[in-house]
């Protein structure tokens, strides 16, 4: 009912900060919502309580919430429009949940709210699970949501922009964004920048470790042709068993010892 290591409160993980935010912004935005949520609050429990314990209120709550990210309840009219809904403004492109895993879920909590009752609202898995679906791009083992318009989007010019400005955060990007047109130019040019500088100190190479194969592995290419001797030590303990890396290394050992050079 409260989150572990966060501030989020009740099955809904709703944050003391959007509580408040629904408070002063729904009233204008959308009276009637906000007075039919404030029916269903018990005046004997407090806001906090009410909302971890009431379950009309928190339920109502939550909905008044994704109203002011723009949900429309026309939308909800079906499982599958339902689980779009929630991915696209609860869970979100960053949220690891899927929308096949929203809908057996769905549907297994409903019949285990109806005692043995048959649901009567079947959805398609198809629909779902399509990777060319409208809904949702196949990527890796999960389905992210990333619709054509990504790069123009609200979501796309974030990434974009705090792609910039702290390229370290590559490591934490979604593996279908890093396919987007926009994205994708800032990899280029971050990559040709980054291997100006592991060739200028190629034992820097185990700084961009975390970055996606992308943008590392032409920054391990081009620090072992530099100096592999200096590179191979910093390397990944899986990329130090790789055949290619390991001839190369032992190539520049062969030569600086036939050199009469020793090691760096």
Known sequence: MRQVKGPAQSVW???PATARDLHERLPARSPLMYRKILALRDPRLSEEENIVTNLDYGAAFCLGVLSLKGLDFARLSCLELRALAWKEKYNTYLGKGTLEGYCQKAMRYARASLS????QEPFDPALVR???NIFAKRDEERYLLLPADFDDSE???YYARKLREEPQVFAEVPSAILRSH???EIMGSLTLE?????QQNPASIGEYADMPEEIFAPLVVAAMNENALLCYPNLPKALQRDPDI???YESQMLLRQRLGQGSP
């Open 13 to 15: 993980q709703i944050e």
């Open 116 to 119: 043995g009752q048959s649901l």
């Open 246 to 248: 390991l001839r190369l």
């Open 182 to 184: 926009n994205v994708r």
């Open 155 to 157: 979501i796309g010019r």
């Open 130 to 132: 399509q990777p060319d």
């Open 194 to 198: 980054l291997v100006r500088k592991v």
